[in-house]
Antibody, heavy 129, light 107 residues
Framework: EVQLVESGGGLVQPGRSLRLSCTTS????????MSWVRQAPGKGLEWVSFIRSKRYGGTTEYAASVKGRFTISRDDSKSIAFLQMNSLKTEDTAVYYC????????????????????WGQGTTVTVSS | EIVLTQSPATLSLSPGERATLSCRASQSVSSYLAWYQQKSGQAPRLLIYDVSNRANGIPARFSGSGSGTDFTLTISSLEPEDFAVYYC?????????FGPGTKVDIK
């Protein structure tokens, strides 16, 4: 069974840091890109960050709201994705979901990530003094 | 950044009725559009990708259509488990933005 389990959430003061983990099982982690999506209390979904598989460079993308403060990374040997969150703000308070992002090829070594097909249950981050 | 708008914000229908949800993009996303369903207290799940392709295990009563900037998710006959919030997401340009969601609730 494919599973994603987030951990590392909690209560943190503004300006501090937190690292989220997404522990995966049931699939070949290294073959997939991964993302983080968040949802503030009572609000909609916000895409946060994305990391490609090593095959496609392991490069990353970020939402403007977190760029320069958050860093996504991956450890393929342990099948874990991370989200390092620095300089946290009250507006970062949310449930953070980890997702798997499958792709298909478009030719010329170009791929398209067509949807977030597996989601974790989420971990809650509360930024408050 | 591509902005997605969804309408209506809330759709009140009865089981068995047809639901039609709209998603409009601020610029063309070609066919790179996905739909997700989120039930209360649960993580979202992928329903539709590439405008009209159902994800694994998604019933045939869910269908998607559209291209460019205007997209539609249709639920042909609402089942009790379909009452939820639905989000569209464009995946053609970074950042991969979501729409604000449409809540389908029981009339």
């Amino acid at each position: 069974e494919v599973q994603l389990v987030e951990s590392g959430g909690g209560l943190v003061q503004p300006g501090r840091s937190l690292r989220l983990s997404c522990t995966t099982s049931g699939f070949t982690f290294g073959d997939y890109a991964m993302s983080w999506v968040r949802q503030a209390p009572g609000k909609g979904l916000e895409w946060v960050s994305f990391i490609r598989s090593k095959r496609y460079g392991g490069t990353t993308e970020y939402a403007a709201s977190v760029k320069g403060r958050f860093t996504i990374s991956r450890d393929d040997s342990k099948s874990i994705a991370f989200l390092q969150m620095n300089s946290l703000k009250t507006e970062d308070t949310a449930v953070y979901y980890c997702t798997r992002d499958p792709y298909y090829g478009l030719g010329s070594n170009t791929v398209y990530y067509y949807g977030m097909d597996v989601w974790g249950q989420g971990t809650t981050v509360t930024v408050s003094s | 950044e591509i902005v997605l708008t969804q309408s209506p914000a809330t759709l009140s229908l009865s089981p068995g009725e047809r639901a039609t949800l709209s998603c409009r993009a601020s610029q063309s996303v070609s066919s790179y559009l996905a739909w997700y369903q989120q039930k209360s207290g649960q993580a979202p799940r992928l329903l539709i990708y590439d405008v009209s392709n159902r994800a694994n295990g998604i019933p045939a009563r869910f269908s998607g259509s559209g291209s460019g900037t205007d997209f539609t998710l249709t639920i042909s006959s609402l089942e009790p488990e379909d009452f939820a919030v639905y989000y569209c997401q464009q995946r053609g340009n970074w950042p991969f933005t979501f729409g604000p969601g449409t809540k389908v609730d029981i009339k």
